[in-house]
């Protein structure tokens, strides 16, 4: 969803505080695709700091769908994001601009919100996703697909125990 800024950039420097919808229902990563469970509306607000300046202020949370890093189920990870940023909309752009690409949320004289949140959802990635502390990782599966004569034989053994 875009955030047209013309009121913050004009001479009054009218600041727009806004409850916008976020448009993606996945998120791309590398080759990667994680479908957004839940998500809610993104409250922005963008404030005037000085010359081209402007300072962006943002929170929402929402849930993805992350594989667990030993079993591959998928885990709905919540996300809560909050992040203040300033962002200089002069046409210059600084070495630091471009290497981070900092300015890739905005369009023009709009606000990107949809990116924007790509970016902190990029910074708030865990480093570890398990769908529980003691996931044993895929040694289930491999039960699950035990050959069937293999499985009753167990089973036999199982009832000759008990
Ligand atoms: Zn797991």
């Known amino acids: 969803m875009l955030v047209d800024l013309t009121d913050v950039l004009s001479e009054q420097h009218k600041t727009i505080e806004t409850d916008t919808n976020l448009e993606m229902k996945e998120y ?4 990667e695709t994680f479908p957004i469970a839940e998500k809610q509306q993104v409250h922005i607000v963008v404030e005037y700091v000085q010359d081209a300046k402007i300072m962006i202020t943002g929170d929402t949370s929402l849930m993805i769908k992350i594989p667990c890093d030993r079993c591959l189920e998928d885990v709905n990870t ?3 994001l909050k992040f203040t940023k300033e962002v200089d909309l002069s ?3 600084t070495e630091a601009d471009e290497e981070l690409d900092e300015k890739n949320f905005i369009e023009g004289h709009h ?3 949809d990116q924007l949140i790509c970016n902190e959802i990029l910074v708030a990635w865990p480093m570890k996703v398990l769908c529980s502390e ?5 040694v289930y599966e491999k039960d699950d697909a035990l050959d069937p004569r293999m499985a009753a034989a167990l089973d036999v053994f199982k009832n000759f125990q008990s």
């Open 78 to 80: 919540p996300f809560d």
């Open 134 to 138: 003691d996931c044993e990782g895929i």
């Open 28 to 31: 791309r990563r590398e080759k």
């Open 111 to 113: 606000l990107n919100v």
């Open 91 to 93: 046409d210059e752009v």
